[in-house]
């Protein structure tokens, strides 16, 4: 069964960016399926962020999307989340995710990863 | 872009059936049979509990069932169980953007073991 496993800095400083990476185990990322970012801010619900193909074919909140860019790097089994100019309102505890079947956007999830914005 | 509407809370006795809601539009839930389900408990990450409106994963019980009328799908959950105290979330494919992936989850809903 896929593992998932986020890592990243777990304090960002405002107007700065937030970069995360999600490592992949016991399944190959360029075998398929949509890779992607969900987000829970502390207390609250989750939050749709980005999907990813692993050919590359990327997908984002339309709400986040000038700020988001998510990557994919197939020889280090990885991928990636950087969201630029970040408040008070993206700490949040941020997981990485795989597809399950279908238009499931997340059968697998990784233990989370919590990320504060403050100076 | 709005969160599917859910109940804030539901909450049954052991061995009870309980159903949670998940209302959306006809641009999310109503226009594609593309609804999940998760449970989540404190402290820990999601766990899929229904996928594409009404399937199961492997290893997920029977006591966990899914439908779908018009704009609103639901979780049932039958011979409730202590462990089933946790966070429900629901999540819909949305069409909203147009011909790209593109999702939106419900607001939640805390199911309690009386």
């Known amino acids: 069964q896929v593992q998932l496993q986020e890592s990243g800095p777990g304090l960002v400083k405002p107007s700065e960016t937030l970069s995360l990476t999600c490592d992949v185990s016991d399944y190959s990322i360029s075998s398929g399926y949509y890779w992607g970012w969900i987000r829970q801010p502390p207390g609250k619900g989750l939050e749709w962020i980005a999907t990813i193909y692993g050919d590359g074919r990327s997908y984002y909140n339309p709400s986040l999307r000038s700020r988001v860019a998510i990557s994919v790097d197939t020889s280090k089994n990885q991928f990636s989340l950087r969201l630029n100019s970040v408040t008070a309102a993206d700490t949040a505890v941020y997981y990485c995710t795989r597809q399950y079947s279908g238009y499931d956007p997340a059968g697998y999830w990784g233990p989370g990863t919590l990320v504060a914005v403050s100076s | 872009q709005s969160a599917l509407t859910q109940p804030a809370s539901v909450s049954g006795a052991p061995g009870q059936s309980i159903t949670i809601s998940c209302t959306g539009t006809s641009s999310d839930v109503g226009g594609y049979n593309h609804v999940s389900w998760y449970q989540q408990h404190p402290g820990k990450a999601p766990k899929l509990m229904i996928y594409e409106v009404n399937n199961r994963p492997s290893g997920i019980s029977n006591r966990f069932s899914g439908s779908k009328s018009a704009n609103t799908a639901s979780l049932s959950i039958s011979g409730l169980q202590a462990d089933d105290e946790a966070d429900y979330y629901c999540?819909?494919?949305?069409?909203?953007?147009?011909?790209?992936?593109?999702?939106?989850f419900g607001t939640g809903t805390k199911v309690t073991v009386l």
């Open positions: 999540v819909s494919y949305s069409g909203r953007t147009g011909r790209t992936l593109d999702y939106v």
